[in-house]
């Protein structure tokens, strides 16, 4: 027998008239879900609620989920309350059981209430497949065509660029939020799209970041060349506003987590976490005077180290606290007397002689002439400028050490008296060179090397010298975001006669204010990209054969 279900709205709900509808089947469904048999657009019903089935006497409600939960209405008259609805017994018709169910009273006011029945699809009141159908073609023209069009026709481009961003018809096929770097021209499409329908090819990014480069030298490490990759393999576009791979550390730990898997040759540690497990800093200095060439010595490996950079230096005698003679007397150097940022802020620059040193080290050299000065530069330069000062003092009538053959332009053959004063000066300053310049006004600093035995004598050499721009050059550091912190919190510098093994900081000082990616409350979230960069400028992507995929 089915079940004739009677809704019968509100006094002032702008429904009429009551609605019937009768359900052959043996259970009605009745709940929220549009899947339901008999949609209630109730707030307080769950989306499968009830159902209702007939019993002997009258109808059976059962509690979706909660078999035990029945009830029965036996009697005409027997009402059950289902979230704001009434659910009541009414005499069977001639065909079988009546039930009416109508908004309790109370709650929401009859206007609300019609107005979530007229939204329901329940009851239809408009045509709807018409309206389907027109709603489709609006959605091709709009959402398809008039962007292909847009695309493909020349013409509309000059129209369309000159359009605000919202309005332009591409946006339409927007897929999602571009990376905030990219939100700027995101409805540029073809900068990435270059062709419709073909997926973005690497060179159209390359086309603006010409720069970027590859981790390692695929030479050297085979299966690493960034041009049989995609970007967006890692770059992902219309994803959200953030570049996903800035904090991702999983993704470097998944290769230097065990380096060796994926580079048996590798010498690098494996590391997995800044804060937990990260190995010890290896400076990298110059181990080889005479070549530069450089060795990376890993830090607390006992000192001292094998530096070799040409200069003579020691920041304890320096930095006294007493304070160091100057022109004027004593005066306390602090660090910035010498170590100026560079324009970033992020490195210091050089140190330079004539800027920091001279000052103090004014590069005379003859006791009788302190206003003489030497030029720092090179020591053919010094020699000339030598050859000058005691040429015309010599002119001048003025004598310094006794002439001697030896060191005259001709060895063996006395100087004729015309060329006395030649010798004489010459002489003098091949002296004053060996004696004071090479070992005392330049062999202070540098360690000067002394002309092979027949050669000039005035022929000395200064080997360059190597201060390198960077000791941690597989890492970026950025002074500029640590003025906040003393240079002495991380550099021994005061108290040091060494060298770098004993003046760069260790990574348990970085450790004071930096916790690996996840942070931990206190210290900076760090992972792998906030120091390493992953794209090396120096070694750029080029493509073998071709434009990269
Ligand atoms: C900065 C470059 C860039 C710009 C600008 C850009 N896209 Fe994309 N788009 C991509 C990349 C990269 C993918 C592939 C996504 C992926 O695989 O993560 C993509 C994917 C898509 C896709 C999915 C189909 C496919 O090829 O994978 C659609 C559709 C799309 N873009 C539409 C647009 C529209 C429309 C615009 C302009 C409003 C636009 N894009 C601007 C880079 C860009
Ligand atoms: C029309 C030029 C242009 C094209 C094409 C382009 N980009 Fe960019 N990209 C930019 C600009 C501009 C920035 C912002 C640079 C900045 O902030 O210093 C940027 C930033 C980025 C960044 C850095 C994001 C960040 O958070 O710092 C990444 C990564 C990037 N682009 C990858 C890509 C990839 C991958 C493609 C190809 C799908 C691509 N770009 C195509 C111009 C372009
Ligand atoms: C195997 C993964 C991978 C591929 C492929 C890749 N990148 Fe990257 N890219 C990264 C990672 C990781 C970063 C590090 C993010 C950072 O430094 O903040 C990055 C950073 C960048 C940046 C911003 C920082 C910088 O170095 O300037 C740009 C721009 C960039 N990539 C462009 C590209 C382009 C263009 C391509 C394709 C030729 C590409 N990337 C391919 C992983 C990748
Ligand atoms: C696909 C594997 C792979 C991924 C992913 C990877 N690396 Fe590497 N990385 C290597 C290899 C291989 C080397 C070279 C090892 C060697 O020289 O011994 C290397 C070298 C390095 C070096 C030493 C730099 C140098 O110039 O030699 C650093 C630092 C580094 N990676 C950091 C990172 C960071 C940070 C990430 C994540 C953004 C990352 N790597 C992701 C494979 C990877
Ligand atoms: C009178 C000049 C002078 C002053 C003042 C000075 N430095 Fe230096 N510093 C130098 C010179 C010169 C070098 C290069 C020495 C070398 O290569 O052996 C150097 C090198 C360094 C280095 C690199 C490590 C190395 O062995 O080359 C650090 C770090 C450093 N100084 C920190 C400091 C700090 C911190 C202060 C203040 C507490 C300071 N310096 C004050 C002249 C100075
Ligand atoms: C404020 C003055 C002052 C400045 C600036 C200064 N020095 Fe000195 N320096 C001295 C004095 C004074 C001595 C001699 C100390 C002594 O003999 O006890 C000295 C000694 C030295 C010595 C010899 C150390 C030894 O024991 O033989 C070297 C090398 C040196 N300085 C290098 C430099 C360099 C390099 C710079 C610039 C980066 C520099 N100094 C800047 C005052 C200065
Ligand atoms: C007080 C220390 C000091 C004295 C004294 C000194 N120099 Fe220097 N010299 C430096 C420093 C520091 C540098 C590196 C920075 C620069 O170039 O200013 C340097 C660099 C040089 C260079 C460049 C080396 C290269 O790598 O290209 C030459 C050449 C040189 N000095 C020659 C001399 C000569 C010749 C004298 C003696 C007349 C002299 N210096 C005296 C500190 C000194
Ligand atoms: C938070 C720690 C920290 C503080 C604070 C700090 N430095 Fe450094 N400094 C470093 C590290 C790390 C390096 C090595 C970076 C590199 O060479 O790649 C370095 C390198 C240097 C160098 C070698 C040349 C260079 O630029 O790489 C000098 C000189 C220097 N610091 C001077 C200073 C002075 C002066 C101050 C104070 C104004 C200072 N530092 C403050 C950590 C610090
Ligand atoms: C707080 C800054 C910081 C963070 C975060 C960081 N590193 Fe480093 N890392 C450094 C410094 C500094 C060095 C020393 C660089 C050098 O020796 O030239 C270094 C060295 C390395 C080296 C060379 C290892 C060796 O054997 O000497 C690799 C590889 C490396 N880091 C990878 C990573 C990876 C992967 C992560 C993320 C899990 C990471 N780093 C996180 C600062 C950092
Ligand atoms: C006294 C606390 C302190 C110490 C010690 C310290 N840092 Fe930092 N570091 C900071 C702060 C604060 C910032 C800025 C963070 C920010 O801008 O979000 C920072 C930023 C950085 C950044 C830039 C991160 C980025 O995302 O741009 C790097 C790289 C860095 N530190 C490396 C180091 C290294 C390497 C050491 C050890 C030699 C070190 N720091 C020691 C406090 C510290």
Same mark, same amino acid.
């Given at each position: ?53 007939? !019993? ?10 909660? @078999? ?86 020349? !013409? ?22 571009? !990376?905030?770097?990219?939100?700027? /021209? ?60 800035? @904090? ?25 976490? /800044? ?108 020699? !000339? ?14 004598? /310094? ?12 053959e006395a100087p004729t008296p015309a060329e006395l004063p030649q010798a004489a000066a010459h002489s003098a300053a091949a002296a004053a060179m060996a004696s004071s310049i090479a070992r005392a006004a330049c062999g202070e600093c540098h360690a000067t090397v002394a002309p092979a035995p027949g050669a000039d004598p005035l022929a000395w050499t200064v080997p360059p010298v190597h201060v390198p721009a960077s000791f941690l050059p597989l890492a970026r550091f950025d002074h500029a975001k640590h003025t906040s912190v003393a240079c002495q919190n991380c550099h021994?510098s005061e108290t040091s006669d060494g060298g770098p093994e004993a003046l760069l900081p260790g990574i348990s000082i970085c450790r004071q204010c930096h916790a690996g990616a996840a942070g931990d409350g206190q210290k900076i979230a760090s992972p792998c990209v906030s120091c390493h960069v992953y794209h090396h400028a120096e070694l750029a992507i080029s493509a073998p054969g071709g434009v990269p995929k």
């Amino acid at each position: 027998m089915p079940i004739l279900i009677r809704f019968r709205p509100r006094p002032g709900m702008d429904i009429d008239p009551a609605l019937d509808r009768r359900f052959d089947a043996d259970e009605v469904r009745i709940g929220r879900s549009p899947e339901s048999d008999l949609v209630l657009r109730d707030e307080a019903l769950r989306f499968h609620h009830a159902v209702i089935s007939q !019993s002997d006497t009258g109808i059976r409600i059962r509690a979706v989920g909660q @078999e035990r939960d029945e009830i029965a209405l036996d009697a005409v008259g027997d009402s059950v309350v289902l979230g704001s609805h009434s659910l009541t017994l009414a005499p069977p018709d001639a065909e079988g059981p009546v039930l009416v169910i109508e908004p309790c009273a109370g709650g929401e006011d009859a206007a609300t209430l019609s107005a979530r029945y007229l939204a329901g699809l329940e009851l239809p009141r408009l045509a709807v497949r018409r309206w389907a159908w027109g709603l489709a073609l609006a959605v091709l023209v709009l959402g398809f065509l008039v962007p292909l069009a847009s695309t493909l026709l020349p !013409s509309s481009r000059g129209l369309i660029a000159a359009a605000p961003a919202a309005l332009r018809p591409s946006i339409l096929w927007q897929v999602g939020t571009m !990376s905030s770097a990219h939100a700027g /021209f995101g409805t540029e499409c073809r900068s990435c799209h270059e062709t419709p329908f073909v997926p973005v090819r690497s060179s159209a990014c390359l086309a603006c970041h010409a720069g970027t480069g590859q981790h390692v030298d695929p030479h050297r490490v085979p299966g690493m060349d960034l041009a049989e990759t995609r970007c967006e393999t890692c770059h992902h576009e219309h994803k959200g506003a953030v570049q996903a791979i800035r @904090e991702d550390q999983g993704f470097c730990v998944s290769c230097h987590g065990a380096i060796r898997r994926q580079f048996p040759a590798s010498t690098l540690a494996d590391i997995s976490d /800044f804060g937990r497990d990260h190995p010890e800093f290896a400076p990298t200095i110059v181990t080889d005077a005479a070549t530069g060439a450089t060795s990376r010595i890993r830090l607390g490996t006992p000192g001292p180290w094998p530096d070799h950079g040409n200069l003579r230096f020691t920041h304890a005698q320096h930095l006294a606290a007493s304070g160091i003679k100057g022109p004027d007397g004593n005066r306390v150097l602090t660090c910035p007397d010498c170590h100026r940022p560079d324009a970033s802020g992020a490195q210091m620059q050089p140190v330079k002689m004539e800027r920091d040193c001279l000052a103090c080290h004014q590069l005379q050299f003859e006791p009788s002439h302190p206003e003489w000065h030497l030029p720092h530069g090179q020591p053919e330069e010094v020699a !000339s400028r030598l050859l000058g000062f005691y040429g015309s003092a010599v002119l001048a009538g003025e004598r /310094f050490d006794p002439v001697r053959d030896a060191l005259f332009a001709r060895p063996g053959e006395a100087p004729t008296p015309a060329e006395l004063p030649q010798a004489a000066a010459h002489s003098a300053a091949a002296a004053a060179m060996a004696s004071s310049i090479a070992r005392a006004a330049c062999g202070e600093c540098h360690a000067t090397v002394a002309p092979a035995p027949g050669a000039d004598p005035l022929a000395w050499t200064v080997p360059p010298v190597h201060v390198p721009a960077s000791f941690l050059p597989l890492a970026r550091f950025d002074h500029a975001k640590h003025t906040s912190v003393a240079c002495q919190n991380c550099h021994a510098s005061e108290t040091s006669d060494g060298g770098p093994e004993a003046l760069l900081p260790g990574i348990s000082i970085c450790r004071q204010c930096h916790a690996g990616a996840a942070g931990d409350g206190q210290k900076i979230a760090s992972p792998c990209v906030s120091c390493h960069v992953y794209h090396h400028a120096e070694l750029a992507i080029s493509a073998p054969g071709g434009v990269p995929k």
